[in-house]
């Protein structure tokens, strides 16, 4: 079996390989008497860890390679086809698959992590756009991309979010998962001083395929090296038996979004309105709660492995909200470098939103419960001159605050990891040197409630247009056990990536 899937994916790589290396691939050309254009990159990276607990490796953890592959072709003037693919494979486990302190750790078992070979992994998009008029009509696998900020999704949860491997790939093309969607657009001839750019959006998904987020998974069977440190001493989660329900396709799951969008008074404003599925599941622990693992009742380092089980669902999201996007040209400072401040503010209220209510004096007595849920965060980003630093270019400052309130928040029962009041902070910032070729960055994640600490120090180097160099680092630091960003403690790595563009 394992020789099987090796040859598919020796044979995957040479494919995209062959296609990548191809002279044709680079260029634009011409099909049937209309423009065919193919584009892409191929990105290797690697990364090592400081920490040799059990939740994670010690040494090189890592060997994440990307192959995307993107081309549009214009069938006809208005009527043009878009694809995309990509293969994702994690080298690590074919590296390690003799290493004892790897497969003590049972990180040999989360191989679903080695290669991303389900259809709609290697498939990205797929979509015919057709633009008669005024309309704009799109039909495929496809993104529909609803958030203003950038660290922060609250109004974009139409598509789901692929984070198994962590918090650094921010990548639009890895992390955003693209949906079998129909979407029209309206945009009505209107033009006046205070009102431009007038358009109507409709999303329909007919849960063609249900697709969901594909979080972080709990124990080192599941979720490899990013698995969550669990803070019981002498036990850890080797893998998680979930009965989670979905919906069935076609029958169930159908989601409907609308928006309107415009310009109004020199804001581009929106009002959202979702109807459909979260992309998460809500679960519950379920008897007989947690159990030994057979044959190895015991971990590499003495503590006890355990399976947790639990029965979830896919619960109704619904919700309206309001994102405004504003230049505050007042701000323009010519002892600044003369930019104006942009300030990006998102505002989400959804109804009877369902939680799993625990017990706090006996966490395995839980029941799903409803409230309503208010989410809002405000992006500021501004580019200004500092001479003594940089004499030639701008640093570029993002700053993002996050706040959470559960409305009916219970007066006994906890929600895990959610207060009534939830608080987090953003903030990146970046410049360049020697003619845009060399880019440093630090970004640094704040959550209030917890008070733990995310940091990626980074420096990019671009040699050309075709290729790129990273080297960075990330550094968690959480205050309070059990919570925030404390179960990833032990994930402090340094990572190195090339990338090669071609097109």
Known sequence: MKNKKLSKLVLMVGLTMALTCSSVVAEEFNVLGRSLKLFGYATQGTSYGFSDA???????????????????????????FYGSGMLTVDWIYQMKHNDSSWNDKLFSKSDKLNVDDKYWQLLKEARLTWTPGDFMFRVGKQIVSWGELLAFRIMDQINPLDSRRGFLDIEFETTIIPTWLFRTDYYPKINSSWLQDLGFEFVWNPNADFIPNQDIMTGNADGGIWAPNVTIPGVHIATTFANIREPKRWKEGNEFAFRAKANMFGAMTTLNFFYGRDNSPVSLAVPPFVSPVPPHIFAS???????????????LLKFVGVTIAKEITPLRASFLGGVAPAVYLEV????????????????????????????????????????????TTYFSFTGEFFYRRIIDYPSFEEIAGLKKNNYQT?????TSYFHSKLTPSVTWIHDINSNSNYFIPKLVYDHDYKWHFTLGAQLFKGAKEGQGLQFFDNKNQVFFKVAYKWG
């Open 426 to 430: 953003f903030l990146s910032v970046n």
């Open 54 to 80: 059990y939740d994670t490796e010690k040494g090189f953890n890592s060997a994440l390679m990307n192959l995307f592959v993107e081309g549009d072709y214009a069938i006809t003037d208005k009527l043009k």
């Open 348 to 391: 989400l209220y959804a109804f009877d939103s369902t939680f799993a209510f625990t017990n706090p004096l006996v966490p395995v007595l839980q029941r799903f419960g409803k409230s309503d849920d208010f989410r809002t965060g405000m992006e500021v980003t501004w580019k200004v001159k500092i001479p003594a630093l940089n004499p």
């Open 301 to 315: 380092d003495g503590g006890l492995l355990l399976h947790p089980f639990s029965e979830g669902k896919y619960p």
